[in-house]
């Protein structure tokens, strides 16, 4: 015992390390607010595109347009119906520690523009056991909408990758498309999203 005493006075340092490290590795919230820390940094984060929509591109754009949604309650949300908005779609699930790192920023955005008439958001649970998710949800004060799909989930929106946020314009083009962990309560991402707001809809 007087050994390991020894050992631990002159190796502090390094116990502190070990433990952090385990913590890291066995605690979903401890990986969540590193990754976190880093996102903060905005290192992580990819700018919108602002590449004008041809006329050409509508079939291609709309392809994905029947992607249908459903609430808890079981009422359903048709992406079509949101055409005319700039639409905000976060894939995630609760398992997931950079989505887990990333969702405060995204309550944020959401508080910020859960008001704007030409504003919508769609965060789609992909947990296998969607009660796994609300209750993540409900332990964090999260405000967001708990959306499931209720149909195939297009491959032009998500192909596996976890997070996986878009943002879709007036009129339904894809303008940013960020697979992995990224801050969203940066001003240079509602700078973006201020332009998109203003371009002409329909």
């Known amino acids: ?15 502190i390390l070990v433990i952090v490290f385990v913590t890291l590795l066995v605690s979903p919230d401890a990986k969540a607010w590193l990754m976190r820390q880093v996102a903060s940094t905005g290192v992580l984060n990819s700018g919108m595109s602002r590449s004008e929509i041809k006329d050409d591109e509508a079939t291609a754009i709309f392809s994905y347009a029947d992607f249908t949604l459903k609430d808890p309650s079981g009422t359903k949300v048709h ?19 950079p989505c887990r790192a990333e969702f405060p920023s995204i309550q944020k955005f959401y508080e910020k523009y859960r008001s704007h008439p030409d504003v919508a958001f769609i965060t789609v649970n992909l947990d296998d056991d969607p009660v796994l998710g609300q209750k993540y949800m409900e332990e964090k004060g999260f405000t967001i909408p708990f959306l499931r799909p209720a149909s195939a989930v297009p491959k032009t929106l998500y192909d596996g990758t976890l997070p996986t946020t878009v943002v879709l314009d007036k009129k339904g083009k894809i303008r940013l498309h960020h697979k992995g962990l990224a801050d969203y309560s940066k001003d240079s991402f509602y700078t973006d999203i201020d332009v998109l707001v203003k371009e002409t809809g329909l």
């Open 1 to 15: 015992m007087e050994n390991v005493k020894k050992w631990s006075s002159s190796n502090w340092s390094t116990l």
């Open 79 to 97: 992406l079509y119906d949101l055409k005319g908005k700039v639409v905000f779609i976060n894939f995630w699930a609760s398992w997931c520690p």
